[in-house]
């Protein structure tokens, strides 16, 4: 059972670029949720999906899409990459989108840099 | 707005205690999380609070006070291994995860 999976791993774009990060889990869950990850500023989310089919905008979603056409995919899309969105994107996912008990698990990141 | 503080950085002996305190402002509260994660891997789960009081899971424990907005994780025995950052993050009114910026411990020889 692997969990969460990412792709790629690490990834270095040029400005201007699209880009997709790709984010598949097998355990069911339905929902997930985009993070990126910068010094000082910790987890900050992106776009969520509380089930296949929908999704939500996070904290900061300008410059992000994200699209959710079954329960275990859930790629982010990056449609003109700038040099500000370089970080480490996380992927997680949850056995349920509301309720109080929300325990995310997270997949490995994609370090992608835009220069 | 979510807000939730945490000291960057500490610094303790190995076989000593460390406590890593978190305090939030959020919209509504709907529990508290914290995570562990090592330098350039995913975060794991450490550990849940709604209630007040104190949750306890081998060498970590976490408290939690919703009066005060204030939990801590306190880590005993520490291990070099426990070297780390320490995420504290909290569900608001929308049920959604928000994080502190973290919590590097450094556990020295």
């Known amino acids: 059972i692997a969990g969460i999976t990412q792709a790629p791993t690490s990834q270095i774009l040029a400005a201007g670029r699209r880009m997709t990060l790709r984010c598949t889990q097998d355990m069911r869950h339905n929902a997930m949720y985009w993070y990126r990850q910068d010094l000082g500023l910790g987890l900050r989310l992106i776009h969520y999906?509380?089930?296949?089919?929908?999704?939500g905008k996070g904290e900061v979603p300008d410059g992000y899409s994200v699209s959710r056409a079954n329960t275990d995919d859930f790629p982010l899309t990056l449609a003109s990459a700038v040099p500000s969105q370089t970080s480490v994107y996380f992927c997680?996912?949850?056995?349920?989108?509301?309720?109080?008990?929300?325990?995310?698990?997270f997949g490995p990141g994609t370090r992608l840099t835009v220069l | 707005g979510q807000n939730i503080d945490q000291p960057t950085e500490m610094t303790a002996t190995e076989g000593a205690i460390v406590q890593i305190n978190c305090t939030y402002q959020?919209?509504?509260?709907?529990?508290l999380f914290w995570y562990q994660q090592h330098a350039g891997e995913a975060p794991t789960f450490l550990s849940y609070?709604?209630?007040?009081g104190l949750e306890e899971k081998g060498r970590f424990s976490s408290f939690l006070s919703r009066s005060k907005g204030y939990s801590y994780l306190l880590l005993k025995e520490l291990q070099m291994k426990d070297s780390a950052s320490y995420l504290c993050?909290?569900?608001?009114?929308?049920?959604?995860?928000?994080f502190g910026a973290g919590t590097t411990v450094t556990v020295r020889a």
């Open positions: 609070n709604v209630l007040d």
């Open positions: 997680a996912s949850s056995a349920a989108g509301g309720g109080s008990y929300n325990e995310q698990f």
């Open positions: 993050a909290v569900i608001g009114d929308d049920y959604k995860l928000s």
């Open positions: 959020t919209s509504g509260f709907n529990g």
């Open positions: 999906s509380n089930t296949a089919g929908t999704t």
